[in-house]
């Protein structure tokens, strides 16, 4: 076999006679395998996109930087919505701390001003109802709920303050009430002297009684008619064994001619309390409680405050 080749430098041409085939044949073959390999790849490299064929020093392919993005708006959106749960769930917390404050007022209140616990009975809702409208529904937005939130918030404040100054003013009442005296010293017996002019049973003459006596038996129970403090607890002039208590409110009260005194100076005693039993020591013509009331330490008239109790 010949083949022809021709040279541009002088024009002439020229020819190399291949003679054994066998020696350039695979040469050939090598070279035609070389040639369809190259027109592969640029056929291939003409259909991908010049993102896809960048090296692996360029930037990354567009789809997986869009999805980067996308994952992390996902997550401070989500990071967002904790943070307005977390705050909704604090805000929360604190109204119901403020509902057990209020719930426990009323139930104080309830007790001390002695009110229908049916009627005012913080452990249950109140009752509600009503047909319901399906046209005026409306979905609540996320503006007008954490709006309701305040509005209650301010509520349940105000009603806080409403109780607190309620209670003042019913606690004040019944402390009034404690420290001022009422009803008879003793649980039984009977009235056998009253307040004022009198005739005196060991001389005879016309006096002045600054009290009430109450007769009984030996050994029968006194009872204190108000709370308050006991400032005297013992022996004096004329009233033999005597319990003095303070009230407040310039109110004190006397208990003479006990047979046993129970309490000492000091002691806080309460309304129907037990302080002394009665007897007839000091200027006595028998077992009796001898009652004073005095009001900035000046005897008064102790009929209205006995009566006041029925």
């Given at each position: 076999?010949?083949?022809?080749?021709?040279t541009?430098t002088?024009g002439r041409?020229?020819?190399i006679?291949?003679g054994r085939?066998a020696?350039?044949?695979?040469?050939i073959?090598a070279?035609?395998?070389?040639?369809?390999?190259?027109?592969?790849?640029?056929?291939?490299l003409?259909g991908?996109?010049?993102?896809?064929v960048?090296?692996s020093?360029s930037s990354e392919p567009a789809w997986?930087?869009?999805l980067?993005?996308?994952?992390?708006?996902?997550?401070e959106?989500?990071d967002e919505a904790q943070?307005?749960?977390n705050?909704?769930?604090l805000?929360?917390?604190?109204?119901?701390?403020q509902?057990?404050?209020?719930?426990a007022?009323g139930?104080?209140l309830?007790?001390?001003?002695?009110?229908?616990?049916s009627e005012f009975?913080?452990?249950q809702?109140?009752?509600?109802?009503?047909?319901?409208?399906?046209?005026?529904?409306?979905?609540?937005?996320?503006?007008?709920f954490?709006?309701?939130?305040?509005?209650l918030a301010?509520?349940?404040?105000?009603?806080?303050?409403?109780?607190e100054m309620?209670?003042?003013?019913?606690?004040a009442?019944?402390?009034?009430?404690?420290?001022?005296p009422?009803?008879?010293?003793?649980?039984k017996?009977?009235?056998?002297?009253y307040?004022?002019?009198?005739?005196?049973?060991?001389h005879?003459r016309?006096?002045m009684h600054?009290?009430?006596d109450?007769?009984?038996?030996?050994?029968?129970?006194?009872?204190a008619t108000?709370?308050?403090?006991v400032s005297?607890?013992g022996?004096?002039y004329?009233?033999?064994q005597?319990?003095?208590?303070?009230?407040?409110?310039?109110?004190s009260?006397?208990?003479?001619?006990c047979?046993?005194?129970?309490?000492?100076?000091?002691d806080?005693?309460?309304?129907?309390?037990?302080?002394?039993l009665?007897g007839?020591?000091?200027?006595s013509?028998g077992?009796?409680?001898?009652?004073?009331v005095?009001?900035?330490?000046?005897?008064?008239?102790?009929?209205?405050f006995?009566r006041a109790?029925r």
């Open positions: 076999m010949k083949f022809l080749l021709y541009t002088s041409a020229g020819s006679q291949l085939p020696v350039w044949a695979p040469a073959l070279l035609c395998a070389l040639l369809l390999g190259a027109a592969a790849l640029g056929y291939h003409a991908v996109p010049a993102q896809a960048t090296s020093d997986t930087a869009a980067r993005e996308h994952k992390k708006d996902l997550a959106a989500r943070n307005h749960l705050a909704l769930a805000r929360l917390g604190q109204m119901q701390a509902l057990l404050r209020v719930e007022l139930q104080k309830t007790e001390v001003a002695k009110l229908d616990a009975n913080f452990d809702l109140p009752a509600q109802g009503g047909p319901a409208d399906p046209l005026s529904g409306e979905q609540l937005a996320s503006f007008d954490m709006q309701a939130l305040d509005d301010l509520q349940i404040d105000d009603r806080a303050r409403q109780l309620l209670e003042q003013v019913v606690s009442r019944e402390l009034r009430q404690a420290v001022s009422s009803g008879r010293p003793i649980t017996g009977w009235l056998s002297s307040y004022g002019m009198r005739t005196d049973p060991f005879g016309r006096e600054k009290g009430l109450f007769a009984g038996n030996t050994g029968d129970a006194i009872v108000a709370a308050g403090v005297w607890a022996k004096r004329g009233y033999g005597l319990v003095e208590i303070a009230h407040g409110n310039g109110y009260t006397r208990y003479g001619h047979d046993e005194i129970l309490v000492k100076p000091g806080r005693v309460e309304p129907g309390q037990t302080i002394a009665m007839s020591s000091g200027r013509t077992p009796h409680v001898h009652y004073e005095l009001q900035h330490g000046r005897q008064i008239n102790p009929t209205k006995v109790s």
